[in-house]
């Protein structure tokens, strides 16, 4: 199992930005797909983006164009760099890892909050 670790998140004002980090264990974090989700209050979690060991990117529709996931492996994290947030985006948000032998993200962080003000 992989251990995750979100951190980053805050109180921010509509069309701020804020900066997510997920540092994960192991010595083969370069062969990690690592996800972020999130979960609004009295809303299901919810996928918003993920990057493949290849580094292939994916997004959600209502985040698509503001948001972007990145890694650095050499740090065993990722990043989600939040731009033009909006209350919708209020959420905790989850950092999740998925091993290149597994079929879903089965290692998930504890969620930091984020909280976007009008």
């Known amino acids: 199992q992989v251990h995750v670790v979100e951190s980053g998140g805050g109180l921010v004002q509509a069309g701020g930005s804020l900066r997510l980090s997920c540092a994960a264990s192991?010595?083969?974090?370069?062969?990690?797909?690592m996800g972020w989700f999130r979960q609004a209050p009295g809303k299901e979690r919810e996928f918003v983006a993920s990057i493949s060991w290849t580094r292939l990117t994916y997004y959600s529709d209502s985040v698509k164009g503001r948001f972007t996931i990145s890694r650095d492996n050499a740090k065993n994290t990722v990043y989600l760099q939040m731009n033009s947030l909006q209350p919708e985006d209020t959420a905790v948000y989850y950092c999740a890892a998925k091993l290149r032998s597994e079929a879903a993200f089965s290692s998930w962080g504890q969620g930091t909050q984020v909280t976007v003000s009008s």
């Open positions: 192991g010595r083969t974090f370069s062969t990690y797909s």
